[in-house]
Every structure is written in C-alpha cells, then in structure tokens.
T-cell receptor
Framework: GAVVSQHPSRVICKSGTSVKIECRSL??????MFWYRQFPKQSLMLMAT?????????EQGVEKDKFLINHASLTLSTLTVTSAHPEDSSFYIC???????????FGPGTRLTVL | RKEVEQDPGPFNVPEGATVAFNCTYS??????FFWYRQDCRKEPKLLMS???SGNEDGRFTAQLNRASQYISLLIRDSKLSDSATYLC?????????????FGQGTTLQVKP
C-alpha cells in the first residue's frame, strides 16, 4: 500500500511553544490530506481537511488560528500547534488520499506532550 | 448521539473463538463503510471495506445492513495477534472529500 510518513514521531515541549508536525506521502501525490487527533481511550477525530494549494477546511470546534495547516505541495502537509498547552497533548495522525474515492493511508502518528 | 457507535468492550476471548462486533451509524447518507484495526499507540490500518452484499477476507467477514444502518465484523478462529482495537468507520459527502467518521473502537483481547 501507499506510504505516509510523519515527523517527528514524538515531541515533548513546554507550554506556550509552537510545534510543527510534517506529513509526507512518499510514493504518491496526495490531492487531499487529513489531520486527526486522538485523545487516550477515544476515537480519532477529524480536525481539518487540507487540499494542496488552498486553505484547509476545519471541523467545527477546531480553532484554525491555533492549528495552522499548510499544504504547499502534493506530497507535504504541515500542522503547527501554536502556543501549545497541556490540553493539546494528544496523538496527532495525518492521512493522505489518493484522489477520488475514499482510500486514505495513515501516517504513523505524532505523540505530543505539552508540559 | 454519536455518528458512529460501537460497544467499546473489551471483549476477552480464548484463542480459536469466534467473536462478532457491531456498529451502528446515524447518517443515512453514509456511502462507504470500513473496518480499521488499531494497535496500541499506533495508527489505524485498513482491515477491510464493507459492502452491502457482505464480504469475506480469510477469517474476517463484514456485513452491512443499510436499512438498519448497521455494520458487523465477524472474526473466526481468533489468534493472539488479533488482539487490537477495531474501529468502525463510515464516509459520506462528495467523492473528493473522503471524510471519515470513526467509531470509538471495540477492544479485543485474545488469550491463550
């Protein structure tokens, strides 16, 4: 199957700092990338949908000014958690779509811990 | 009401047992249906898509009942390696959005 990478896999930071997470599709061009968040013992919740070259579409309740998404190319999307706080500690997972249809391939996730 | 509901379990079964998971979804416009598997602290991985006619992949059988908005997954002859959380997932909207809605997952623990 298609390969999606995320970097970093784990990050620990102090409250108030910003953290950037990269999501790359390694062997295909992803027209759409998705960002999810998963809190312990909960399911994945879609945060935003990102299309290359356009603004991301955020889900209700997700602050676009706090979670900045950039999708500059067909193989790279970034999520920046600005001024992170302990409640932002979570497992952030991206996925990349192969185009029309619903096939999505997930990255390995980034575990963010904000102290 | 959650859009996708699952019994969280955990289901504790012995090796070789048959186990069934159920899932209901609330949006009748849902168009695609999947079961994903998620191991602890890992990303979800697609187990199988679910079709109205029902489909089977080895020991795994998935069924969809659109009228009842109900999806099931049956695992036969369970193995220790089947221990994981199984996520029921639905998708709707235009074919370009591919927005996935995840259930909270059902945890399976297969014991020797």
């Amino acid at each position: 199957g298609a390969v999606v990478s995320q970097h970093p896999s784990r990050v620990i930071c102090k409250s108030g700092t910003s953290v950037k997470i990269e999501c790359r599709s390694l062997d295909f061009q992803a027209t759409t990338m998705f960002w999810y968040r998963q809190f312990p013992k909960q399911s994945l919740m879609l945060m935003a949908t990102s299309n290359e070259g356009s603004k991301a579409t955020y889900e209700q309740g997700v602050e676009k000014d706090k979670f900045l998404i950039n999708h500059a190319s067909l193989t790279l999307s970034t999520l920046t958690v600005t001024s992170a706080h302990p409640e932002d500690s979570s497992f952030y997972i991206c996925s990349a779509g192969l185009g029309r249809g619903y096939t999505q391939y997930f990255g390995p996730g980034t575990r963010l811990t904000v102290l | 009401r959650k859009e996708v509901e699952q019994d969280p379990g955990p289901f504790n079964v012995p090796e070789g047992a048959t186990v069934a998971f159920n899932c209901t979804y609330s949006n009748s416009a849902s168009q695609s249906f999947f079961w994903y598997r998620q191991d602890c602290r890992k990303e979800p991985k697609l187990l199988m898509s679910v079709y109205s006619s029902g489909n089977e992949d080895g020991r795994f059988t998935a069924q969809l009942n659109r009228a009842s908005q109900y999806i099931s997954l049956l695992i036969r002859d369970s193995k220790l390696s089947d221990s994981a959380t199984y996520l029921c997932v639905v998708s709707y909207g235009s074919s370009n959005t591919g927005k996935l809605i995840f259930g909270q997952g059902t945890t399976l623990q297969v014991k020797p």
